[in-house]
C-alpha cells in the first residue's frame, strides 16, 4: 500500500475536522478525495504531506509515519496544494532548477529538462512565472512535485480555475502520470473523476460516508429508482403515459421525449404499450446515475 490512514482524528479548539477517518490506496491507484467545502479534504492532505500533525491516529506514506518520519515522508511525495505557491519573479527554468537543488537532485540540468518536457512547458520555459497563464502555472506546480520522481502524488484542486481546454490538458497530463505513480486527487468536477480514477473516497463533515470504486459508488444510492428517457412517433398526455404499471413519475421533455422514473425495468412494457396504442418509439435508453448524483445524495 501506498497510503495506510488509521483513525486519523483532527481537531482545531473543539471543533472536530476529521473524524476517525481510516483508508487505504494501493500503489499504482489514481483515487479521487472527493467531499464539499469544509469537509476535511484539505486537512487530511496536509497531515499525509507531513506539513500539519493529526491530533490521533495513524497515516504511512511509503511505508513511512507521517508523525516520526516526516522528512522521508517529504522526500518521497510530490505535493501540488490548492493555492499554488510559486515564486512569480522567477523564471521557469530557474524556478525548477531551484526545487531541484532542494531535492538535492545530482544532475539538475537533465531533471529540469525531462520535466519541462514531460509538462509541456518547452515553450514557456525561459518566460517568468507570473507571465504564464492559469494553466500553464499548474502545470509549473505540478512539474515541481514531480521533479524528483516521487511515488505518490497528492494534488489538492489540480484543476481550480482552469477554463475548460486547461482542464483536460492538465487532466491528460495526470493520466499519463498515474501510469507510473499513485496519485490522491482532490477535486469537485466529478466528471474528471470519472474519467481518470479508479477508487473514490468520500468524505463529509470529518467522516467518510463512502469508497470503493467508482462503478460500485454510482451504485450507493438511497434512491433505486431507474430513469428512461423515450421518444415516441406521436405526442402523448401524461395521463395515458402514468397508466403503465410501475411508473413512479413521467416528465415530458418536448412534445414527444418523456423521462420515466421507475423502480424496475420497464423498457419492455413501454415499448409493447406505444405498439397496443399504434405508436411507435423513436429511442428508448436506460439513464445511468452519474456520481455526482450518488454524491449530492451522500453529502447533502
Not at 415499448?271 to 446515475?289: G, P
Request: with cysteine; hydrophobic share 40%; proline share 2%.
Amino acid at each position: 500500500m501506498s497510503i495506510i490512514v488509521k483513525n486519523i482524528n483532527k481537531l482545531y479548539g473543539e471543533q472536530k475536522a476529521l473524524d476517525d477517518i481510516s483508508f487505504e490506496i494501493e500503489t499504482g491507484d489514481i483515487v479521487g478525495f472527493l467531499g464539499p467545502n469544509g469537509a476535511g479534504k484539505s486537512t487530511m492532505m496536509k497531515i499525509l504531506t507531513a506539513y500539519i500533525p493529526a491530533s490521533s491516529g495513524e497515516a504511512f506514506v511509503n511505508n513511512f509515519n507521517v508523525s516520526l518520519d516526516a522528512l522521508k515522508v517529504k522526500q518521497s511525495i510530490g505535493y501540488l496544494p490548492e493555492h499554488n505557491p510559486l515564486y512569480l519573479d522567477m523564471y521557469v527554468k530557474e524556478f525548477l532548477r531551484f526545487t531541484a537543488g532542494l531535492f538535492k537532485i545530482k544532475n539538475k540540468k537533465l531533471a529540469v529538462e525531462e520535466v519541462i518536457s514531460l509538462t509541456g512547458l518547452n515553450r514557456e520555459q525561459n518566460k517568468k512565472i507570473r507571465e504564464l497563464s492559469k494553466g500553464y502555472r499548474q502545470r509549473v506546480g505540478l512539474a515541481q512535485a514531480i521533479i524528483h520522481k516521487p511515488k505518490v502524488l497528492i494534488l489538492d484542486e489540480p484543476t481550480t480555475g482552469l477554463d475548460p481546454n486547461q482542464i483536460v490538458e492538465i487532466r491528460n497530463l495526470i493520466q499519463e502520470l498515474g501510469k507510473e505513480k499513485t496519485i490522491m486527487l482532490s477535486t469537485h468536477i466529478m466528471q474528471e473523476v470519472e474519467a481518470i480514477c479508479k477508487k473514490v473516497i468520500i468524505i463529509d463533515k470529518g467522516k467518510i460516508v463512502a469508497q470503493d470504486s467508482v462503478s460500485h459508488i454510482q451504485l450507493q444510492s438511497d434512491d433505486n429508482s431507474i430513469t428512461i428517457q423515450i421518444e415516441f412517433g406521436k405526442s402523448i398526455d401524461k395521463e395515458s403515459l402514468m397508466k403503465i404499471e410501475n411508473i413512479s413519475d413521467a416528465k415530458q421533455l418536448n412534445d414527444s421525449i418523456w423521462l420515466i422514473q421507475s423502480h424496475t425495468d420497464i423498457r419492455e412494457k413501454l415499448f409493447n404499450w406505444a405498439v397496443i396504442n399504434s405508436n411507435t418509439v423513436l429511442s428508448m435508453q436506460k439513464i445511468e446515475k452519474r456520481l455526482e448524483d450518488v454524491f449530492r445524495e451522500l453529502t447533502k
